[in-house]
C-alpha cells in the first residue's frame, strides 16, 4: 500500500519493487506482476504502477517484451545491452543529467517525508481501500 509520506506512489512502488528485485525475491528472468496485479496490492491507479516501471525501464532492471510483460533484467544482461548500443557524447551527457535528476528527486521525495512524518501525526486507516 502507498502510504502518504509526500513522496510521490509512484516511487515508492518504484523502491518496492527495486528492493524486491535486489534481496532476490524477484529474480533475473522473472515477470513483474500483472499491472492489475499491483495495481491491487499497492491500491493505486493503473498509471501510477506505469509510472513506477517507468523508472525501473529507465534503471535498467527491468525490460519490457510487447504481449508478453515486464521481466526483471540480469545485471550482466544489462551492462552487454548498454556497452552493444551506439552512444554519442551529447546520449552520454543527457542520460548522466536524467540519472541526476532521477537521484535528486528521490532525495527530496524521502527529506520532503521525512519532514512530513515529523511534523504531521499518521493519518487514520480510511474504511475505503484505495483511499
Request: charged share 30%; net charge positive; glycine share 10%.
Amino acid at each position: 500500500m502507498v502510504k502518504r509520506t509526500g513522496r510521490p506512489g509512484y516511487l515508492q512502488i518504484a523502491d518496492d519493487l527495486r528492493q524486491q528485485i535486489g534481496d532476490g525475491r524477484l529474480p533475473p528472468g522473472r515477470s513483474l506482476p500483472s499491472t492489475a496485479r499491483l495495481r491491487d496490492e499497492y491500491e493505486v491507479s493503473a498509471g501510477v504502477v506505469k509510472a513506477a516501471i517507468s523508472v525501473l525501464r529507465t534503471e535498467g532492471l527491468v525490460i519490457g517484451q510487447q504481449g508478453k510483460g515486464v521481466f526483471v533484467r540480469d545485471k550482466a544482461d544489462a551492462r552487454a545491452a548498454a556497452q552493444a548500443t551506439p552512444s554519442t557524447v551529447e546520449g552520454d551527457a543527457t542520460t548522466r543529467q536524467l540519472t541526476e535528476v532521477l537521484a535528486a528527486v528521490r532525495d527530496l521525495g524521502e527529506r520532503v517525508a521525512r519532514i512530513e512524518r515529523s511534523v504531521f501525526p499518521e493519518p487514520p486507516p480510511t474504511d475505503r481501500p484505495g483511499k
